[in-house]
Every structure is written in structure tokens, then in C-alpha cells.
């Protein structure tokens, strides 16, 4: 309570001054004021005037309260007070409905006879003991009260006000029934007031044997057991009918608390189970229901349980569809018609309604086909763990769940754990295309031609490891996104998320435009002191996300791709009808309208159709390609090969597959493309006899060019000669949507010259591809002239190997000198002049003075004695000179060396002049 402080008061500040300003008698002593005596009347009169007062208040107040109460209860609690049993009727089956395909009339699927341990019993058939077990210990005035037991209601409220427990409770058993058929259990003063009115109301409308039998048939007793019929069965394997006074107060014992009561969970609860049962009996004394002989004979004979699992009776399997369609309309139940878990339940098994699905049971059998064959899962885990799977086939142009399994093998039981739609795991690299590529594409920030660098985006921690490593273990340098969708390549989906766009962006496209939802997708969550978030590189760009996706959200989202962008939210059923009994008119319960949207632009389905298609032709995809038919498709590992997605899709249908173990364990090498393959053999079945089409294309159009590989852009003469095109040329056609292609060109490639008589060597001693640069004594047909990358490395980039990295600018720079030719590092000596051959008869080519070391040697030359020619020439230099047709015959001696000009008339050889 807050305490009031008043100010000073002005009587009270009068007092003051009257105290500081008195007068002097004549003593010169204050004078003093006689005073008086009070009386018993007085003070009578003056606590007589306190309490009227506080009375009165007390009296303004409750009106106001009364006034302020009768509102709220007229507003806001007695519209909500109406409760109509007959809406939560258990005693008509339900029947599933599918849309024939051939036809478009709908055909019986199947007929819900109850869910697994649920059995209906009718009040006849419960034992007097039961019913008077249950009053005696929940509700011993429920035969006299009209809904509301006011001697427990008020203790209750007392209880809360006083901050004492309330140990035994305020509810009746009409109050618990109520509040097992609606959602409404909050623990709030609004939820006590509302369950009060509506217990009034429904006690006008049903007597007390209606209300005890349903009660009975709803209450829920451990092992999955709701309603007494089913839960005299699973403990003591006999109908409810024949249940003894002992059984009848062991089973009621159970309902406080089944955790604590039921005797199947350890020896302490069966324990507990026998001093619960002997407290109800004593209660069933007291109360007159049984004598003490009754008491003490139930109290001694000893109880039999059957054993656990043994007493069901259902043997019904729902298919795993099935059983997803089933928590689907009660999930929807329950929000639509504010009802509990186990009323919607209830209704959806015996509240006679029609439940029309999306199945197709033709697409279903050959789901069911791959998925019951246990030669196709056999590969058990090193702990003998079964190979698991699940798979979500959807309808593109509904967005209609047609088939899937939660399981592999036979389906023994229903409401199994369902790994199609329930189990969460990572998704591997199949989550780039929908938190990467399409944002970024999406954006315009990319396109198909972009290039990036593969690799490093950073290292993990000081003198750590470079990361993201890749699947192929390498790094390759400049490629574009088309090449790094094709290989999945690591760090390009890093650096497009961390670069190009951000996480936050990611992780909303995926939330607001592909439908995956923030219960499985983590904002920010502390588990065990640890924060744990899905908005980041490693958990967007690699799919290691917290807990992970269901292959539901993962079709719905691939789906969109062949649609041009447009995202169905997918559904297993379209609507629910229930005939009411007394009018046998057809009410609409439920209709389900998939909510669509367009999740991205025509453009950029288009684009990821694109890549995708090329994943499956050439990339890690390749085990899912089967002829006849337009199919794209993305895999996706997670380390260690602890799961393993392939999501992929043609014109007609998406289908996400999910490969493990169900306690993650690593997988073999050899399953690497289980999930590959097994969407294979399911989608090549269903698309047997469909006509091959194509994806949309999109609406601006296309226009295709040749771009430069590693720039993305228009290609220059550069491009033609890059050092690499013996590897296969670095110029690519490609195809963009109007508008989307480069205009600029390439400014990646620089010329340079090199000599090809100077290979770089690897450690090996092999050649690496790279030549050394042309020296300036290097020949010139040695030389060619080349183009490198214009590109320097810096960072975790260039801590690392990439492969192309000998090919660019920066690397030769680093070499300084090394990056020279060092084959031909001096000038070549001068070739000697080979002269012509002498012919003695043709002076000329005899030799000149230039010929000779010196001049006495040219004036010993004689044309016919060969030891007189030059040493360079002919046998002298050791070169043969070629036989003259003709020899003369050789002069009588020498001709002398003259200084006079030669006369041309002569016929003898000409000999020059000295």
C-alpha cells in the first residue's frame, strides 16, 4: 500500500505562531490557558464519527467497484460465458476426403474411427463406483451445486488473497470440464470469473449425468490415455464396465496428476498410485458411498495392471500425410474455436466431420514405394542406427502438399515423430539460393556474371585457420556466380551475404518472403549461458543453422522458383465441413485459402532457374538428373555429413528430401548423394508421362553476351590471349534479362610479354602453367605477349594458395627480379658469316683480303690449290665444296698479283687487287 504524505495543515501552522507569539502576565511569565477535561461522550462521538466516515468510503468505493465489476462482467464476461456442448459431440466418425485429379469430385480417403487409445464409452456402461469415486474426491457437492461450488470457490479466492496455496482448488467438475473443452487455462483472476459464468450457464443446459459423462469420456489419465474407456484398457486390459471398486478408485487416483499417480512410470508412482486410491476410499466412507467392510475389502485386494502397451485396442496406422493433416485441422481447431488440445482432438476423430485434403494418393503410392523399401535406406549407422528420411512433394500451381513420408519402412502406428514435417535439421548448402543468391539477385546487387574472389573471407581467430573452406578443398581464385552456384562454392556464398548484402537482410527474406517461421529460425535465444542466433555467415551463407528447417519449409520456399517468384503457403487440406445434427445443414468450419505472395522478382526466379538447372547438368547435383524432363535442384551438406538435403523441383512439382541419422551421427562417403538419389527415383516416377516444359521466363525479356570470366564484364582484346586459354579461354556467353547486361568493359586484364623458353616450375619441378617475363636478351621468337589478372591479394587472401594467383599482377610484382626471364640473361655471340662456296671456274666467289688473317695469306690464294683458300670456307671451315660440272685443268704456275685494274675482255679468272 502507498502511504499518503499531506502537507502541513493550515489549523496546524496557526498552532505554531499561536505558541511562538504569546503575551506576558504581569510576573513577567507567559500566561497560561486553563484546560479542559475530556469526556467519555466525547470520544464516544469523535470514533463514532471515524467509523461513519470510514463506513462511508468503504460504501462509495463498492458501489464503484460494483458498478465498474457489473460492466465487465456484462461486456466482456457473459459473451463469453455461452458453451454449446452439442459442438463437442464425440459420437460420429470423421471422414478424409482427396479431389480426384482425372474427375475433380471428391473420393473417401479415409474414415477416422478415434484417435490410438481413445475409446467412448456411454454412461451406462461406467460403474456406479467410478462416478461416486470422482464426487468424492473432486466435487462433493456436485449432486447439490448448480455449476459453482461457492464453499470452495470462496476458500479459493481467500487462499490467493492471502498468498496461501490453494491445495484442494475452487473447480467443480463441471468448472473442469469446461476447462478441458477450451483453450482458456490461464491463471488469472479474468479465466476464474468467465469459468464461473460459463459453469452457470452449461449447468442450464445439460443435467448432471450429461455433464459427468462427458467429463468422463474427456479427462485425461496418462499413457496417452484420454477418457476412463481408454485407460481402464491400458491398465487393466478390461472394459471400463468391469472395473472393481479398487480399480475404479486406482484409476480416478490418476487424474489429479499423471505424472505422479500413473504406475507405469516407476515403482515411486505406482506407490503413489495405492496411497491415492486408499485416500479416495476413505472419502467414499465418509461420504456414505460404501461402508467400511466395502473400504477395507478394496483396500486390500491387490491391483493388476496389465503392462505397458498392452491394453490398447487401436491397431490403426495413419500414414504419415495423415497424421500431419490431423495436426494441422486441430492446430487450426483450436485458434478458430478457442478449444484445448484434447477438445479439438476429440472433434477432429468422432465429431462427424469432412475433412477435404490435398493428397494425391497416385503421387502418394510412389512416395510410399521408395520410402517402404528398405534396400534403399540400408546403411546403417556405426551405432546400428537405421538410415533415416524424410521428403514434402508439392504441386507447384497450388502450393498443395500431394505426398510425403516422415519415415522410412513400414508404419506401424500413428502420430509417429514425422521428419517430412516435424523434424528440424540443418540444411546445408541447399539454404544458399534461398537466404544468398535470391535476396542479392533480388536486390540487383549481383547477377549470374558477377565476380568474386573464392577465397578466404577471414581467418577463425588470431593464427587460425583460414575460413570458409571449401567442399573440394581448395581455393581457385576469380569466379563468377554462376560457376560458384554450379560447385557450391563457399566462399562466394560467404562473401555475396557478408559483401553484397548483410545477414539481417537474409534472414527476413527468408522469414517475410518464403514463409519459414521464427519458432524454428532462431532471432536470439540463451541456451545453457550460450547466445544462439541464426542472423550470421556461417548459419546463412552454410546452412548451420541452431536447430534447422523441416522439408515442408523447404519445398514451400523451392517452389517459388517455378512459379517466377510467387510464394503458396503450403497446406495439406482445403476445407472442413461438420453437418449439424439438428438441423442437417452444412456448416463451413474451416477453410483454408493459402495465403500467396510474390516473394521476388519474375527476374530472379528466373536467374536461380537458371543456376539451378546447370547444378543438376554439371555440378554436385548431378545424381539427381533424369532424362525427359526440365529439373533443377540444389544439394546441401552439413559437416561431418550429419545431414543431407537435396532440394529440386521441375515445372509440375518441388520435392525437398532430408537424409540422417535420428541422433546425428557422421554418414559414409558412399551416401554422399543419398538425398541426390532419392529424389531422383521418386520424382522420375511421378513425372512418368508428363510432357517436358519450360520454366517462365522472364517478362523483360533476354539478351545474350559474351562477358570476360573473370570480370563479368564486356570482353576486350585482352581477354582473347589471358595466359590460361590453353586451360580453355576466359570469354563466356551468357544470358541476362534485358537491362541486367554489362555495359562497361573488362579493366581485370593487363598485357604483359613473356618468354616461352622460362616456364614457372612447381616443387615438383613441372611446369605451372605461368611463363617469366620477357628480358631484353630474351629472342624474338621466344617472346609472346600475354594477359595477366590486374589484381593484388591482401589479407586471409593472400595467407592462403589460389590457384590463379601466378596469373596475377600482384604475384609478379612480389617476385620483383625472379619474375624475369632467367633463361637468357646475356647477349647472344655474333654467328660466324658462312661465305659461299669457292667454285675456282666462277671468280665470283673466290675470297677477298676481309677473308684472310692477313694479306700474305690472300696473295698465296690460287682458286685450284685448296690450302690456299680461307679456313671458313669450303673443306676448310669443313663444309664440302660441291663438284664443279667440269675440271679444268689447273695452270702451269701461279698467276702474279697485279695493281692494275682488271681488263674485263680477258677470259682468265679474275684475280682482285691487292
Wanted: proline content about 6%; some cysteine; glycine content about 8%.
Amino acid at each position: 500500500m502507498h502511504k499518503t504524505v499531506r502537507p502541513l495543515g493550515r489549523e496546524r501552522r496557526y498552532f505554531i505562531l499561536a505558541e511562538t507569539k504569546h503575551t506576558k502576565n504581569q510576573s513577567g511569565e507567559p500566561s497560561r490557558r486553563p484546560r479542559r477535561k475530556g469526556t467519555a461522550g466525547g470520544v464516544a462521538l469523535g470514533i463514532l464519527k471515524v467509523v461513519g466516515t470510514l463506513i462511508l468510503i468503504g460504501c462509495t468505493t463498492g458501489a464503484i467497484l460494483a458498478c465498474f465489476a457489473a460492466t465487465y462482467i456484462k461486456t466482456v464476461i457473459i459473451p463469453q460465458s455461452e458453451i454449446d456442448a452439442s459442438a463437442y459431440a464425440m459420437n460420429l466418425s470423421s471422414t478424409i476426403y482427396y479431389t480426384d485429379p482425372a474427375t475433380g469430385q471428391a473420393k473417401e480417403l479415409r474414415t477416422l474411427h478415434g484417435e490410438e487409445n481413445r475409446v467412448k464409452v456411454d454412461l451406462e456402461e461406467i460403474p456406479e463406483d467410478l462416478i461416486d469415486a470422482l464426487v468424492a474426491i473432486e466435487d462433493q457437492r456436485f449432486w447439490k451445486h448448480h455449476g459453482v461450488d461457492w464453499r470452495r470457490t470462496g476458500g479459493a479466492f481467500l487462499n490467493m488473497f492471502l498468498g496461501m496455496k490453494d491445495t484442494y482448488g475452487g473447480s467443480t467438475i463441471t468448472q473442469q470440464l469446461i476447462k478441458n473443452m477450451t483453450q482458456n487455462d490461464d491463471v488469472t483472476v479474468k479465466r476464474k470469473i468467465l469459468e464461473i459464468f460459463r459453469a452457470l450457464e452449461f449447468e442450464k443446459d445439460y443435467s448432471k449425468k450429461e455433464i459427468l459423462e462427458m467429463y468422463l469420456n474427456y479427462i485425461y489419465l496418462g499413457e496417452n490415455c484420454y477418457g476412463v474407456g481408454t485407460a481402464s484398457l491400458a491398465y487393466f486390459g478390461k472394459p471400463v464396465s468391469q472395473l472393481s471398486l479398487a480399480e475404479c478408485a486406482s484409476l480416478i487416483g490418476i487424474t489429479n496428476n499423471p505424472s505422479r499417480y500413473d504406475p507405469y512410470i516407476s515403482d515411486y508412482t505406482r506407490e503413489q498410485n495405492k496411497k491415492r486410491q486408499e485416500i479416495i476410499l476413505s472419502e467414499m466412507k465418509k461420504q456414505g458411498y460404501i461402508t467400511e467392510e466395502e473400504q477395507e475389502a478394496a483396500a486390500a485386494q491387490e491391483l493388476v495392471f496389465v503392462g505397458r502397451g498392452q491394453g490398447t485396442t487401436s491397431t490403426t496406422a495413419y500414414s504419415y500425410f495423415e497424421d500431419q493433416l490431423i495436426r494441422d485441422v486441430i492446430a487450426d481447431l483450436k485458434e478458430a474455436y478457442d478449444l484445448s488440445d484434447q477438445m479439438a482432438s476429440q472433434w477432429v476423430y468422432s465429431g462427424g466431420l469432412s475433412i477435404y485434403c490435398t493428397q494425391d494418393p497416385a503421387i502418394q503410392a510412389k512416395v510410399d514405394a521408395v520410402y517402404e523399401d528398405l534396400s534403399n535406406f540400408d546403411a546403417p549407422s556405426p551405432n546400428g542406427q537405421q538410415l533415416q528420411s524424410g521428403i514434402t512433394v508439392i504441386d507447384n500451381a497450388t502450393g498443395n502438399v500431394v505426398a510425403l513420408a516422415g519415415g522410412v519402412g513400414e508404419k506401424t502406428a500413428s502420430l509417429l515423430t514425422n521428419r517430412a514435417t516435424q523434424s528440424q535439421r540443418q540444411p546445408g548448402s541447399a539454404i544458399k539460393p534461398l537466404a544468398v543468391y535470391a535476396p542479392a539477385l533480388d536486390l540487383g546487387v549481383i547477377t549470374p556474371a558477377t565476380v568474386i574472389d573464392d577465397s578466404p573471407y577471414s581467418f577463425d581467430g588470431d593464427g587460425g585457420a583460414p575460413w570458409p573452406v571449401n567442399s573440394y578443398g581448395k581455393y581457385r581464385g576469380l569466379t563468377n556466380v554462376y560457376v560458384g552456384v554450379q560447385n557450391s562454392v563457399n566462399t562466394l556464398a560467404v562473401k555475396v551475404l557478408g559483401q553484397y548484402i548483410t545477414p539481417q537482410v537474409a534472414f527476413d527474406f527468408l522469414v517475410n518472403n518464403l514463409g519459414f517461421s521464427t519458432d524454428h529460425l532462431v532471432v536470439q535465444e540463451e541456451r545453457k549461458g550460450t547466445v544462439f542466433s541464426d542472423i550470421g555467415l556461417a548459419q546463412l551463407a552454410l546452412g548451420g543453422l541452431t536447430d534447422g528447417v523441416t522439408t515442408l519449409e523447404m519445398a514451400a520456399a523451392y517452389a517459388t522458383f517455378p512459379r517466377g517468384g510467387l510464394y503458396i503457403e503450403p497446406r495439406t487440406y482445403t476445407r472442413v465441413e461438420r453437418v449439424d445434427p439438428d438441423t442437417g445443414e452444412v456448416l463451413l468450419l474451416l477453410e483454408d485459402q493459402a495465403e500467396s505472395h510474390a516473394a521476388m522478382k519474375d527476374s530472379t526466379a528466373w536467374y536461380i532457374n537458371s543456376m539451378l538447372q546447370n547444378v543438376i547438368r554439371s555440378g554436385t547435383g548431378t545424381a539427381a538428373r533424369f532424362d525427359g524432363m526440365t529439373i533443377a535442384g540444389k544439394t546441401g551438406t552439413t559437416t561431418s555429413r550429419r545431414d543431407l538435403y537435396f532440394a529440386g523441383y521441375s515445372p509440375y512439382y518441388t520435392a525437398a528430401v532430408w537424409s540422417g541419422y535420428d541422433q546425428p551421427e557422421r554418414m559414409s562417403s558412399s551416401l554422399q548423394k543419398q538425398s541426390a538419389a532419392t529424389w531422383k527415383k521418386v520424382m522420375a516416377s511421378i513425372h512418368e508421362g508428363l510432357e517436358s516444359k519450360s520454366f517462365p521466363a522472364p517478362s523483360e525479356g533476354t539478351v545474350t553476351v559474351p562477358v570476360c570470366a573473370d570480370s563479368g564484364l564486356q570482353a576486350t582484346e585482352a581477354c582473347q590471349h589471358d595466359a590460361r586459354v590453353d586451360a580453355g579461354g576466359r570469354i563466356i556467353n551468357m544470358t541476362f534479362v534485358k537491362g541486367d547486361e554489362p555495359t562497361a568493359f573488362c579493366e581485370v586484364h593487363k598485357d604483359v610479354e613473356i618468354c616461352l623458353d622460362a616456364p614457372f616450375l612447381e616443387a615438383d619441378g613441372s611446369p605451372n602453367g605461368m611463363y617469366h617475363l620477357a628480358g631484353e636478351f630474351c629472342p624474338a621468337e621466344s617472346r609472346r605477349t600475354v594477359s595477366i589478372l590486374e589484381l593484388a591479394r591482401e589479407g586471409a587472401a593472400a595467407a592462403v594458395t589460389v590457384q590463379d594467383n601466378q596469373f596475377t599482377t600482384g604475384h609478379i610484382t612480389a617476385l620483383g627480379e625472379a619474375a624475369y626471364c632467367d633463361v637468357h640473361t646475356t647477349a647472344p655471340a655474333p654467328e660466324p658469316t658462312e661465305k659461299p662456296a669457292i667454285d675456282p671456274m666462277d671468280y665470283t666467289t673466290w675470297p677477298g683480303p676481309e677473308d684472310y688473317d692477313n694479306l700474305e695469306d690472300y696473295n698465296r690464294f690460287n682458286p685450284f690449290d685448296e690450302s690456299t683458300w680461307p679456313e671458313n670456307v669450303n673443306s676448310s671451315s669443313g663444309e664440302q665444296t660441291p663438284p664443279p660440272s667440269e675440271t679444268p685443268a689447273p695452270p702451269a704456275t701461279q698467276p702474279p698479283v697485279s695493281t692494275e685494274p682488271p681488263q674485263t675482255d680477258i677470259e682468265e679468272p679474275f684475280v682482285p687487287a691487292a
